[in-house]
């Protein structure tokens, strides 16, 4: 039987050009690491929830009658209010934010954003194509900076609504990544790519996710680079490796699979 998965649809539920590829990662991993097939539930029906900032969105369906409890995996936070209740199943959570905010602060096995996950669907690269990789999030795509940053001589952008898979192969192929999308940053990190956050709006992107991936290697999110930043970047990308690490990265991985859950 197919697993029943709630994951953020935006806009792609009724056009598939504009599905974001980190919400649309979710199936493609849980079926990857389940060996099973997956569909679509919304929450009053699903078993199970995985990527993506979306555990408030069980909060707000409590006022609909949803009861059930859900087997949750790797999803995260967005606000510091946000609290979630302890009734589900908590198998993994993306980051050390999120765990905190469950109510009474259950014993969690696993942190991580299952996006790290990646090179179960795509294998990285023996050779790179690209030198950079630009990775704007949906609400950045239009911006002023984003288009005369991805028009720069050396940087490749990548669109956020394209097939995931093609998204991957992209960004694995790139020799570094800068990226104002979550998932932009968190594949990079799979495929071992050095990486680093541009900020190019405020208040329209949740920062508390950022905190939340990053403590799952108990580091504290990196300083974003601004906006007015990008074209010397682009002229000397190399820095953005000076001491990228990603500490524990395997063993994150392992724990994601060891507790997905069994449905």
């Known amino acids: 039987m197919a697993i029943k998965l709630y994951w953020h649809r935006g806009s792609g539920?009724?056009?598939?050009?504009?599905?974001?590829?980190?919400?649309?990662?979710?199936?493609?991993?849980?079926?990857?690491v389940s060996g099973?097939?997956?569909?679509?539930?919304?929450?009053?029906?699903?078993?199970?929830?995985?990527?993506?900032?979306?555990?408030?969105?069980e909060y707000k369906a409590k006022r609909y009658g949803f009861k059930r409890k859900i087997h949750v995996w790797g999803s995260g936070c967005g606000q510091p209010d946000e609290r979630f209740s302890s009734r589900h199943y908590y198998h993994a959570v993306r980051g050390k934010e999120t765990a905190q905010r469950v109510i009474g602060q259950p014993v969690i096995s696993a942190?991580?954003?299952?996006?790290?996950?990646?090179?179960?669907?795509?294998?990285?690269p023996i050779q790179k194509k690209y030198k950079i990789g630009f990775v704007a999030h949906y609400v950045?795509?239009?911006?002023?900076?984003?288009?005369?940053?991805?028009?720069?001589?050396?940087?490749?952008?990548?669109?956020?609504?394209?097939?995931?898979?093609?998204?991957l192969h992209q960004i694995a192929a790139c020799e570094f990544i800068v990226s104002s999308s979550l998932h932009g940053l968190v594949v990079a990190d799979a495929y071992g790519v050095p990486n680093l956050r541009?900020?190019?709006?405020?208040?329209?992107?949740?920062?508390?996710?950022?905190?939340?991936?990053?403590?799952?290697?108990?580091?504290?999110?990196p300083q974003p680079l601004?906006?007015?930043?990008?074209?010397?970047?682009?002229?000397?990308?190399?820095?953005?490796a000076d001491g990228y690490s990603r500490p524990g990265?395997?063993?994150?991985?392992?724990?994601?699979?060891?507790?997905?859950p069994k449905i």
């Open 13 to 32: 539920r009724s056009d598939a050009g504009q599905r974001n590829f980190g919400d649309y990662l979710s199936p493609l991993i849980v079926e990857a």
């Open 36 to 57: 099973c097939s997956v569909k679509y539930a919304p929450l009053k029906e699903a078993e199970m929830m995985a990527i993506g900032t979306i555990l408030a969105n």
């Open 111 to 124: 942190f991580g954003d299952p996006g790290l996950l990646a090179e179960m669907l795509v294998k990285r």
């Open 140 to 167: 950045d795509r239009d911006r002023p900076e984003a288009i005369a940053f991805a028009a720069t001589d050396g940087v490749h952008s990548i669109n956020v609504f394209d097939e995931p898979r093609d998204v």
């Open 198 to 221: 541009v900020r190019l709006s405020r208040g329209l992107i949740d920062e508390l996710k950022f905190d939340d991936y990053y403590s799952a290697f108990n580091l504290s999110a």
């Open 226 to 240: 601004t906006s007015d930043k990008l074209a010397s970047l682009a002229a000397a990308p190399e820095w953005i």
């Open 249 to 260: 990265l395997a063993g994150i991985q392992d724990g994601l699979i060891k507790h997905f």
